[in-house]
């Protein structure tokens, strides 16, 4: 499977504990997406990277949260002293370079589920 | 600012019948414009995309979408639902490196 790969699927933590979920993209692709989808809504956009460079971060992305691309290729995004109001799920996305406008498909992959009890 | 409306959280149909799921967008550049599908538990999966060539797009699974500048709307349409096509229905604009969803629609497909 060439597909964008994220894990892990599911995770149940305690308010107040750390989580940190990995992105593989699809190997080609230089452009790198975090979004964020909870119930009932349609994914919003947290932040993107251009190979290692965060280009763009979303007001969404409070301080406790933050995104890596250390090598321009595998991402994570740490969130720490999780608030049960971070419960949704967590989409990685990725594209080759240009993004969507230059015409590129952005795929996505299955997301990361988070539970803070 | 760039924007989707999608009219109608939830559509219910009967295998057969005609779907059509309605978005609307707002944008003050000539938008790209594309319908995703996300199945239980999985992430979204493009079916079209619109980038200002023709105004009819057509996608996967039998899909397609009209791009109408005057309405604002770029509407979903399949001819005859199956029980598959059971799933939310994301429409969305970008305006240059993102994109932006709308709130989607739940297709139920009926027998």
């Known amino acids: 499977d060439t597909g964008v790969s994220q894990n892990p699927r599911h995770k149940i933590t305690k308010r107040g504990q750390n989580v940190t979920f990995r992105c593989d993209p699809i190997?080609?692709?230089?452009?790198l997406y975090w979004y964020r989808q909870t119930l009932g809504q349609g994914p919003e956009f947290l932040t993107y990277f251009q190979n290692e460079a965060q280009l763009e971060k979303s007001r969404l992305l409070s301080d406790r949260f933050s995104a890596e691309r250390p090598k321009g290729s595998f991402s994570t995004l740490e969130i720490q002293r999780t608030e049960q109001g971070d419960s949704a799920m967590y989409l990685c996305a990725s594209s080759l370079d240009g993004g969507a406008r230059s015409g590129n498909t952005i795929y996505f992959g299955e997301g990361s589920w988070l539970t803070v009890v | 600012a760039q924007s989707v409306t999608q009219l109608g959280s939830h559509v219910s149909v009967s295998e057969g019948a005609l779907v059509l799921l309605r978005c609307n967008y707002s944008s003050s550049v000539p938008p790209y414009l594309f319908w995703y599908v996300q199945y239980p538990n999985q992430g979204l999966q493009l079916l079209l995309k619109y980038t200002s060539a023709a105004t009819l797009v057509k996608g996967i699974n039998g899909f397609e979408a009209e791009f109408k500048k005057s309405e604002t709307s770029f509407h979903l349409t399949k001819p005859s639902a199956h029980m598959s096509d059971a799933a939310e229905y994301f429409c969305?604009?970008?305006?240059?490196?993102?994109?932006?969803f709308g709130t989607g629609t739940l297709l139920a497909v009926q027998p």
């Open positions: 190997s080609e692709h230089n452009r």
């Open positions: 969305a604009v970008t305006p240059t490196n993102k994109l932006i």
